[in-house]
């Protein structure tokens, strides 16, 4: 297909790099294009410099004065993130959703797995399951220190080596279809312990940014990133069930509650667990369950 326009399955993946340089290239799609074309593609851009590139077959350089065009090679750094592009293009089958696993020792990241519920209530406090010692999405929505170490080691990832600024003194390509609008450049990040969250990457900061409302525990709850969220927004009440029992989930929703100013009261069950968020006036209060 040729156009200047991207498949949406490619909205979904990083072709990134490190500190901000006025060096950074834009790129402009022409899937399936003879030269002329994307020429053609070059020009419609009006006058400066364009990179046009066909998706695992080439990217090309021009230099567009008026009617005049002129074609160079790209430069090195240009031409190994496109085809690294191409390469995650290959290995997701077309779908560009690459999930990466990232193990970080919570020590790492300097931090201690909160293992006691402070918030039940005193006949009924107990000591959770303090986790596998490893960064979770708990972890990312409280500490900054854990979000920039994920940060980090997507830069670090084998498969995303072309990221790192010592290949290209910080420059990156800005692919035109992933920037403009709504289009974002995302991965999804899987901890050890089965939760995830999507991060985003800011061309602007050469940051990799956590994604708001993207946060699941191993239990598949979605996470509150603001303290509405535990009782569902405008809803005024949520529920949230953990079928591991009363385990490192359940201590770290608690914690994040207690962090909120959002009280966590009832007594521990035998079996699955929940725990059901109400919003009372302007308060919000929440109170474990059995399921």
């Known amino acids: ?11 979904a993946m990083s072709i990134v790099s490190s500190p901000v340089f006025a060096q950074d290239a834009t790129a402009y799609p022409c899937f399936q294009c003879s ?30 004065q008026g009617n005049s065009v002129t ?15 191409s390469n995650l293009y290959i290995e997701s089958n077309g779908s560009m959703i690459i999930s990466i696993v990232l193990t970080i020792p919570e020590s790492e990241a ?20 303090a986790g596998d010692g490893t960064v ?43 920037t ?20 985003v990457f800011n061309y602007d900061t050469k940051i990799w940014e956590y994604a708001k409302g993207t946060a699941v525990d191993s239990n598949n709850n979605s996470i509150p990133d603001v303290a509405t969220d535990f ?9 949230f069930g953990f079928s591991s029992g009363f385990g490192s989930d359940v201590t770290d929703f608690i914690h994040r509650a207690n962090m909120m100013g959002i009280p966590v009261t009832g007594q521990r069950g035998s079996g699955k667990t929940g725990i059901a968020c109400t919003k009372v006036g302007s308060s919000i209060r929440c109170q474990l369950v059995s399921l």
């Open 110 to 129: 300097g931090l201690a797995s909160p293992v006691v519920a402070r918030s039940v209530a005193a006949k009924d406090r107990v000591v959770a399951m």
């Open 231 to 239: 009782a569902g927004g405008d809803v005024g009440y949520a529920e």
């Open 71 to 85: 074609s160079f090679p790209p430069d090195q750094f240009v031409q190994d993130q496109f085809w690294a592009l």
């Open 180 to 199: 403009s609008g709504n289009a974002k450049l995302s991965t999804e990040v899987k901890f050890p312990d089965g939760s995830r969250v999507v991060f």
């Open 35 to 64: 030269d002329a074309e994307m020429v053609g593609v070059a020009k419609s851009y009006g006058s400066g410099t364009r990179y046009i590139y066909s998706l695992m077959d080439r990217i090309a350089g021009f230099n567009v």
């Open 1 to 11: 297909m040729k156009g200047i326009l991207a498949p949406l399955s490619l909205l």
């Open 136 to 178: 979770n999405a708990y972890d990312v929505l409280r500490s900054s220190q854990a979000r920039n170490l994920v940060d980090q080691k997507l830069k670090e990832n084998p498969k995303m080596a072309f990221t790192a600024a010592a290949s290209s003194m910080g420059r990156a390509i800005k692919f035109e279809h992933l």
